[in-house]
């Protein structure tokens, strides 16, 4: 079992900065691809930003340029650096954990507001 514990969310006015953390439970966290996904009202989750264990990182075009997602493998934690917020960001974002052959393992989620 991995478990997440997601932070960082809160409100912010558009082209403001935040900073997610997600906390690893399990020392096997270099061996885990992570992702951050995010889910806003009446729509589907989608991925935002991943990072394998190898530290390949991948974004979605809505956010390319503005989010860098990166890991720090001795504090077994994920991070999520969204610049230049917009409106169009305000979601719940998710943390999650890929450990091959296992499964997917989601943090609790944490709410980001973008609005003046």
């Known amino acids: 079992q991995v478990q997440l514990v997601g932070s960082g969310g809160g409100l912010v006015q558009p082209r403001g900065s935040l900073r997610l953390s997600c906390a690893v439970s399990?020392?096997?966290?270099?061996?885990?691809?992570m992702g951050w996904y995010r889910q806003a009202p009446g729509k589907q989750r989608e991925l935002v930003a991943q990072i394998t264990s190898a530290g390949i990182t991948n974004y979605a075009d809505s956010v390319k340029g503005r989010f860098t997602m990166s890991r720090d493998n001795v504090k077994n934690s994920v991070y999520l650096e969204m610049n230049s917020l917009k409106p169009e960001d305000t979601a719940v974002y998710y943390c999650a954990a890929v450990l091959v052959g296992t499964g997917i393992f989601w943090g609790q989620g944490t709410q980001v507001t973008v609005s003046s």
């Open positions: 399990r020392s096997i966290f270099s061996l885990l691809h």
